[in-house]
């Protein structure tokens, strides 16, 4: 899976779970800061990605992730 391909599967579930507060999101986009995601949305999103790309986030915890890049990052690394 590409990196784009990555990046546009994250951007589904960002709208799922913001609707049109993800519109124009970008890697650099801070998933709290930028974005507003609540703690709340934020573990929708690590459960939603585990789904969606077939990984499980081990060792890391949810807040150490702040932007949609490092989440990005994460997942290529997982795919390996």
């Known amino acids: 899976m590409t990196r784009e391909e990555i990046v546009t599967k994250l951007g589904e579930i960002l709208e799922d779970t913001l609707g049109e507060k993800a519109a124009g999101f970008s890697e650099d986009s801070g998933l709290m800061d930028g974005l507003g995601l609540t703690s709340v949305d934020m573990l929708y999103l690590i459960i939603a990605t585990e789904e969606s790309f077939g990984i499980r986030f081990r060792n890391?915890?949810?807040?150490d992730l702040r932007t949609v890049g490092e989440v990005a990052d994460y997942i290529e690394e997982a795919l390996r």
């Open 60 to 63: 890391i915890g949810i807040m």
